[in-house]
């Protein structure tokens, strides 16, 4: 029996070793993300008469400064960096996805206006971009996802307007267009559902760069705001010099966490590219 495109898919990244361990890594991180509320020990914003106390089996992970638990800030501070890179992400890809489509598909005067505008957007320096955005808006999660989702968009609109712009001239766009079937059938059941395994590749890289932007965001005091627990602000309180070589467990967790993240999502993302390419040998 012939093995199935998504089978096949599956089966190629299984053999990716990097990509299927980083795979569970991040789904297990997840899972203790999502499971927060029941899992931690305590409270995120809690305040104990422990300040800045080692770690210990009251507190694994310690407590920061003011006396609030590390781990459960950690566990808060990776859902709510998971959530942000995700919502910022789907944000993106969407914005993206339906640009692409219709300067690729349409052509002429639409494509040569929304390419120039995409154009535009990633002509500014990206960073300095996001930066004066926060800076223009109170800071909040909701407006840092919608930061980085319009502004993570441009490069998902060029990927997905090079592939439709390839496809639209396939045997079966014509044959839709023949038999009389809505633009919209042919963007959305033709051709889309053909560029959706670039765009899913691409959306990892998309992810673990708006993870990082919103730790850089929190970190710089632009971001999520304590006591709100973030992996960024966690970071924030760990400046000193005192605690970077006092206190580590102050600012390793969140740290080596939010490397963590980033690596696995592009291990995945790497995994997902070699497995979609048809020329990939097992």
């Known amino acids: 029996m012939n093995e199935s495109y998504l089978g096949s898919v599956l089966r190629r990244f299984r053999y990716h070793k990097r990509g299927l361990v980083s795979f569970w890594v991040l789904a297990v ?56 890179g995700f919502m910022s992400t789907a944000i993106a890809t969407v914005i993206g996805t339906v640009l692409g489509l219709l300067a690729g598909y349409f052509g002429g005067a639409l494509d040569g206006v929304l390419m120039r505008f995409t154009d535009m957007v990633m002509s500014f320096p990206y960073i300095l971009l996001i930066l004066v955005a926060a800076t223009i808006f109170q800071p909040g999660m909701w407006n840092i996802i919608l930061i980085l989702g319009l502004v993570d968009w441009p490069g998902v609109a060029r990927l997905v307007r090079g592939s439709v712009m390839e496809l639209r001239n396939a045997d079966y766009v014509h044959g839709s267009e023949i038999a009389g079937m809505s633009r919209r059938y042919i963007l959305f059941s033709d051709i889309l559902p053909n560029v959706t395994a670039p765009i899913l590749v691409f959306a990892t890289s998309v992810m673990a760069i708006s993870i990082l932007d919103e730790s850089a965001l929190s970190f710089l005091g632009m971001g999520i705001q304590p006591p709100t627990a973030s992996l960024g602000n966690m970071l924030n309180g760990a400046q000193s010099l005192t605690i970077l070589t006092d206190k580590p467990w102050l600012w390793l967790p969140p740290g080596i966490l939010i490397i963590t993240l980033v690596v696995c999502v592009n291990f995945i993302g790497d995994a997902l590219r070699d497995a979609i390419d048809p020329t990939t040998v097992r």
């Open 29 to 84: 991180i997840a899972a203790l993300a999502l499971l927060a509320p029941w899992i931690a020990p305590y409270d995120p914003t809690a305040i104990t008469p422990d300040f800045s106390a080692p770690p210990s089996l009251r507190h694994l992970l310690g407590t920061d400064e003011i006396g609030r638990d590390m781990l459960s800030r950690l566990l808060y501070g990776a859902r709510m960096s998971l959530f942000v």
